[in-house]
């Protein structure tokens, strides 16, 4: 009994049996496993995120600032992104992502299966990089919901996600979100703000290869960023090609074309198309102003009333201006010096860490003596190329090449020294100019600036010295003296001593004064119009304490001047009181325009990212009767004279033009420390300055004729080029004897004829009142 009951134990246990159990067990576990797994998941789905946060999809948008002619000058915000509409959206583009992110996108539900399963056979048997089998749905889901996490919990709810999103919206709608939200390196989001940041162009334009690079970017933008990884970024950008041709996405000629086509790359992802850093940064803090920290993600749109074609003609002609200033200038040495390693690894590696702390700008190029001889210079630069200067590209500098030159300023292996390339794309040295440069344009019926530059190299020095440096104008503010006095009797004729003079201290608001005239010339009596078109200081003196310095300060202010800043004594005369290039500008267009004061402007509108106005510009205009701050006359005579500086004044370079319509006045403050020009034609006005940041003479034979005024025709001669010539109507209340106007209630004999003359006045200037008087009588 014992025996059979034995038996029966052992049969009821056998090998078979123990397996079958086991196995019934295990997918008995399995089965409570899943069931555990699907009834948290059932527990889990109801307290999934809501997705407004993508169905109604309002990111993270910068602050972006255009030209009136809508090229984009400025971005500013955490992250750059622009949205696009998935139909706008190149079908390049779109495949080149399907190929290496998720090919089948368009045939799961959010979960790749067939994905999870060739990624888990491949990681299981190959020791080459692990596959992933996140879809496109399950990325979206991380990158708005989640972590990145690789945890089984995040990994649960990233699919329970993706299957909500694809519940809720279409595939091209996740598509869209995907390629709007990803992070593509250099705080670029999204392809289109990628394609401008890495090709500096529109999503729309770019090429087969340019999208396999750009698509390459979002499993590890730091990676396979082209600026800071190049080779990798290839390398990537090549398999990406070969996918989308294994694919069928692009056919062997595209993909044969593709693969060899050379990329530029910007390697500033800041850079834009046009140079207007100091207009970008303005515009920034205006809108500021307004928005607070709304500015940086709103999506807010600026634009300004600048075009591409005035600020690139302002730009290089500053730039130019203030090169040639500084080719007469004397070389002052290399910037510094490093010691090159012998080894090549290292040396290349030490030349590039110096580069990188002396950047180039626009087409100054730092570079590193490698080799100098007798007759030639050898140099890298940081594109790695070697360069040499011989010739004439070493004139500037020769004297420094000596054995004999001071060892902290000679040229040898080792220094750090600035190039450029002239016409002929021969390399010259040069060197980064010490002074500072401003230059503003703007129309003179609104007052919309047309350019604005506000200093040589903005990453050099963000100081705008068109809004924020105050500066004495000089001879350039004479011409608001002459216009006060038109109004206490003076006319262009009247007759003034060029006589050296001198004041006691209580009429300058200081000491005694014995002031001189630029070049210690006197010339005796002549018309006021003469003293302007010469800019004699004497002249301009005897005006000023003729109708008053109190008077004066009065009528300046009309002009837009601060009387705190320009005090009431004679010394304004010579324009010692301070004003910016911005100030200026209002102020002659006045003259320009016929008496009207209008307030120079630089946006014209802000947007939102929908493009619904939130403000816009409604400028006080010229012909505007309420706007109007000195008689149309006197605007007539001034500009009449202001002409007369042109065409034979200090200003006469000015008529390189070849127009008739132009005027202005040059200034040069004594010591030569601020040089101006401020001129216009009668639709657009234009000021230039120059001088050093901390006030020094600029040399003893710098004058403004000789350093703004070229800076004012270079733009101009741009601004211009298909503008008709204008010709100024007389206005009502002149009459005109001889050559010379007057106002109708003090012709000559009426008005004030002679001022400070003494003794008779010479033949010449006797025979123009006599033949003034016959007329008249």
């Known amino acids: 009994m014992k025996e059979k009951q034995a038996s029966s134990s052992s049969s009821k246990f056998s090998p078979k049996r123990l397996l079958l159990l086991g196995i019934a067990g295990v997918f008995g576990l399995g089965a409570i496993g899943v069931l555990v797994v699907v009834f948290a998941l059932a527990m ?11 169905t109604d999809y309002r990111p993270k948008m910068p602050l972006r600032i255009f030209t009136a002619d809508n090229v984009l000058i400025g971005e500013f915000g955490e992250e750059r992104r622009t949205l696009v509409h998935f139909k706008d959206i190149p079908d390049v583009m779109k495949k080149a992502v399907l190929s290496i992110e998720d090919d089948r996108f368009y045939e799961h539900s959010g979960i790749d299966y067939w994905g999870i399963l060739r990624a888990t056979v491949h990681n299981a048997t190959s020791s080459s990089a692990r596959q992933g089998a996140s879809t496109i749905t399950q990325q979206v889901a991380r990158n708005f919901f989640l972590s990145s996490e690789q945890t089984f919990k995040r990994k649960a709810y990233e699919a329970m996600l993706a299957w909500k999103i694809e519940k809720n919206l279409s595939k091209d709608q996740i598509l869209e979100l995907y390629m709007n939200q990803i992070y593509l390196g250099q705080r670029a989001f999204g392809f289109q703000s990628a394609a401008q940041i890495y090709f500096g162009k529109d999503l729309r334009d770019i090429s087969v290869a340019e999208a396999a690079m750009l698509a390459g970017l979002p499993k590890a933008p730091s990676a396979y960023n082209p600026v800071v990884n190049p080779t990798r970024a290839r390398t990537r950008q090549q398999y990406i090609l070969t996918r989308m041709h294994s694919l ?18 910007k390697s500033d992802s800041t850079a834009f198309g046009v140079h207007a850093e100091y207009v970008a940064e303005m515009a920034r803090q205006l809108v500021y102003e307004q928005f607070k920290e709304d500015t940086y993600t709103r999506g807010l749109n600026v634009f300004t009333t600048i075009t591409k074609a005035d600020q690139d003609a302002a730009y290089l002609a500053l730039r130019r201006g203030v090169m040639d200033y ?9 910037e510094s010096y490093i010691e090159i390693p012998g080894a090549k690894g290292e040396a290349d590696e030490a030349i590039e860490a110096e580069l990188a702390e002396h950047p180039d700008s626009d087409n100054i190029i730092a570079a590193v003596v490698l080799e100098v001889t007798g007759t030639q210079v050898k140099a890298t630069i940081a594109s790695g190329e070697t360069i040499t200067l011989s010739g004439p590209g070493l004139t500037f500098a020769r004297a420094w090449l000596s054995d004999k030159a001071a060892p902290n300023r000679r040229i040898r292996r080792g220094a750090v020294i600035r190039v450029t390339q002239d016409d002929e794309s021969k390399w010259l040295i040069t060197q980064m100019p010490e002074v500072e440069s401003a230059f503003v344009a703007a129309d003179t019926e609104s007052g919309a600036i047309r350019a604005l530059v506000g200093g040589f190299d903005f990453n050099r020095n963000k100081f705008n010295h068109v809004t924020q440096a105050w500066r004495q104008p000089g001879s350039s503010f004479k011409p608001f003296i002459y216009s006060a006095s038109l109004e206490r009797g003076l006319s262009p004729a009247t007759v003034i001593n060029d006589a050296p003079i001198s004041f006691d201290a209580g009429q300058t608001g200081g000491q005694a004064w014995e002031p001189k005239n630029y070049d210690n010339k006197y010339d005796g009596p002549m018309t006021m119009r003469r003293g302007l078109m010469q800019s004699k200081n004497m002249i301009s003196i005897r005006i000023l304490n003729k109708i008053g310095a109190r008077y004066g300060q009065e009528f300046a202010n009309r002009f837009g001047f601060d009387p705190e800043r320009n005090p009431a004594y004679l010394t304004m005369a010579l324009g010692a009181g301070s004003t910016t290039p911005l100030q200026m500008a209002g102020a002659y267009a006045v003259f320009a325009n016929g008496g009207y ?10 947007t939102d990212s929908d493009g619904k106005v939130l403000s816009e510009a409604r400028p006080a205009k010229a012909g505007d009767e309420a706007n109007r701050v000195i008689d149309a006359r006197n605007a007539f005579l001034m500009d009449s004279m202001l002409k007369d500086v042109v065409r034979h004044g200090t200003a006469v370079k000015a008529m390189s033009l070849k127009r008739t319509d132009l005027a202005g006045k040059t200034g040069t403050t004594n010591d030569s420390i601020d040089a101006w020009f401020a001129g216009y034609q009668p639709k657009l006005v234009g000021i230039a300055w120059m001088g050093y940041d901390k006030p020094r003479n600029l040399g003893n034979r710098e004058t403004g004729g000789g350093l703004a005024l070229p800076i004012w025709i270079g733009y101009m001669q741009k601004a211009l080029k298909s503008e008709p010539m204008v010709e100024r109507e007389v206005p009502a209340g002149l009459v005109q004897y001889g050559n010379e106007f007057y106002y109708a209630e003090t012709p000559p004999g009426m008005g004030v004829e002679t001022l400070d003359v003494g003794p008779p006045p010479a033949p010449s200037e006797q025979k123009v009142r006599d033949a003034v008087r016959n007329e008249l009588f």
Do not use: C
Request: aromatic fraction near 10%; avoid cysteine; glycine fraction near 4%.
């Open 248 to 265: 069928g996405y692009i056919t062997d000629a595209q993909f044969a074309q593709a693969k060899d086509e050379p990329l530029k790359i």
């Open 597 to 606: 004061r209008i307030s120079p402007y630089l946006i014209s509108k802000v």
């Open 326 to 334: 500084e080719r007469r200038r004397p070389y002052r040495g290399p």
């Open 44 to 54: 889990a789905y109801p307290n999934l995120p809501a997705l407004d946060t993508i």
